[in-house]
């Protein structure tokens, strides 16, 4: 990137007077641009033009060429600097600014033209402007931040990599982020990362940002694009492809043991040899018998490899009996392979022993021939002489132990904690260090052989990167790209593999199906912006505070019988068209509730509000969004079959759904709904639990047949659900003011 452009982004400080307080923004940015910070943009949504003038003059000063200069938002301020010959660098735009096509005709082509971009549609419309309109884009937030209020739902490192993956122009990670999360984001693709309260809120901003700029540098060469790529995107070792041997036993079903292992070493780029231990009778749902050969004969197969192979890694897995640890023992004493990484299985996912009790004592003999153990909760307490920790910090403490005890480094893993995240530690006693690694826990059944895979991926990313922490990063972030895309596998109908070859096979461009939940996920950004214009129409503000004018809502509701009559018949074609009976049903039963809620407004509310309906002043005529909107609806059915159908009925439920829950539980203003509220009743119905469950099953069923349809048919149904969505917009804008939308007749 950085040959490409002659501005070095690593390191972004966006200004926050506020959070600068008293010392100031100019002496903050002075410490800042101290410590490393290669880009200052100046951020002020409060001040005028001529304080921001004023700004800009001071920070141009301060700066003196060691940084660039860029002002957020003010085109027109970058401007009017220039003209006063002061030298700023360029302009940082949002979604909402003017636009970058005219930033870069007014600044020319040298100037920085930075945009915010979060999601694929902002990725998309960056991709049909000129080359060389955008510099960079501002990409994010990587976490919740309190910078900046109404942000849009966190990414995450995982969700920024997905975007900087599909796009050409360099892309700055922003929005909480944090020094440790700096080898994770350029790992992830990351240009650069953006920093606001971690260095203006900062005792010593000049230490913050060295801190940033130390770990950015330290991160060099295992960035994806660095170095010469493996499969995973670190670097070859300079010695070539490590050889990595496995001594475990085997599953015959795939997911764990010697058959995982052999997947993980080829997923993250290392030669697989494996010496067998056990055999076990396995699947995902148990271990039903365990074979263990000679001891003898496992000598033999170490033997056999060793004089002929050189080892650069080690991995041992399960070793079934004291015989066999022994076995190992001695012959890592006599081989010494330059990395031993030691997994004490001793359970199985499925609760099954795989260690005879007798034999935990002579595993703890073993433990110092290792150079990392990579103990589970359950193992950690086993080795730690304790109960099992239960929370996170009981964990890292029983770890300082074990490293201590035991004279090995520990990686502490709290995959079987249960809680939001699913963080690993890695603790060494002897250098006083503990390494924590965080990322968000996975909603997944997949996590047969997680504990194998990440063992042989570490002993295999140890070898080649030849540090244990960047080697932890990378096995985390390969192993929860495969965890993400395990069930996908569709592998036994316990606890599933996680699939070792997602990220190899999805860049070899073999498709790899997005889960349900990642559907889920992308088709709630993908109407971000869609839903938050529905939060914005007067028409929804005013029916959150109750002042929407009768009128104004009897037309909506009149507009909205009509609709929910011929919704009702696209759900009961989706039923008609559904593939199995729990659908036909689901759809079936969403139809009859339409019809009943139809039936309901009338006579509870348009009865009402206007009399009967021959006695109405004027004949009812759907409006044309509604027209719109129903024909949209029909068309997805008859041109695009069940699979578009059913994501263009979503977002009547999704939408409704959300916005009813934020209506009514004050999530959506300063307070929960008021029984005065003259439309109380009405909200209350989308704010019921049997919605919400309906909205649930909805959703599931959607993203389950998104989830394994081909990649042309789910791009067509996203089309459909965001059309759909678009249409919900203008339906809800359409009644009020009155006369603005009335089609005549
Ligand atoms: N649901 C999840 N989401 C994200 N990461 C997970 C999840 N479950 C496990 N992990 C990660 O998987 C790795 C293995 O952790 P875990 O504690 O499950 O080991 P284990 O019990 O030894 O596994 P196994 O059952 O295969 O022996 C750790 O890096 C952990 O953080
Ligand atoms: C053979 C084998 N080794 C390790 C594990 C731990 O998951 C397992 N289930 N099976
Ligand atoms: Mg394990």
Redesign the pocket.
Known sequence: MSSRHPFDLSLTLVTDAALCGERGVAAVVAEAVAGGATIVQLRDKLASTEQLLEQVAELAGVIDGRAALVVNDRLDVVVAARERGIRVDGVHLGQSDAAVLAARDALGPDAIVGLTANTRAHLDAVARLPRGTVDYLGVGVIRPTSTKPDHPPALGVDGFAVLAAATDVPCVAIGGVGAADVPELRRAGAAGVAVVSAICAAPDPRAAAAEFAARWAASAGIEADGGSPTASGAPRPAGGVPRVLSIAGSDPSGG?GIQADLKSIAAVGGYGMAAITALTAQNTRGVRGVHVPPATFLADQLDTIADDIEVDAVKIGMLANAEVIDTVAAWLRRIRPPVVVL?P?MV??SGDRLLDPDAERALRDLLPLADLV????A?LAVLADAEPATTWAGVIAQAETVSAGFGVRVLA????LDGAT???ALVDAAAATIVEFD?E????TA????????SSALATLRASLGAWEPAVAEA?RW??ES?RHGESLAVGGGHGPVHHFAGLWSRGGLATAPTPAEVEAEWWAEIADVRRAIDELPFIRALADGSLPRTAFEEYLAQDAHYLRVYSRTLAEASRLAPDAPAQAFWAAGAQRCLDGELALHRDRLHDLRGPRDQRARPFEPNAANTAYLDHLVASGSRGGYAELIAAVLPCYWIYDDLGRRLVTGGFGPEALSPEHPYADWLAMYGEPAFELATRQAIDTVAAVASRATPAVRARMLRAFRRSAEHELAFFAAPWPADRIEVDA
């Open positions: 764990a997994d299985v199985a996912t990579t103990p589970n909760v193992e893993k709290g995959g079987h699913a963080p690993d990322g826990r996975i909603a997944t996590t047969h052989g997680t504990g194998c895979s990440l985390r192993l929860r965890l």
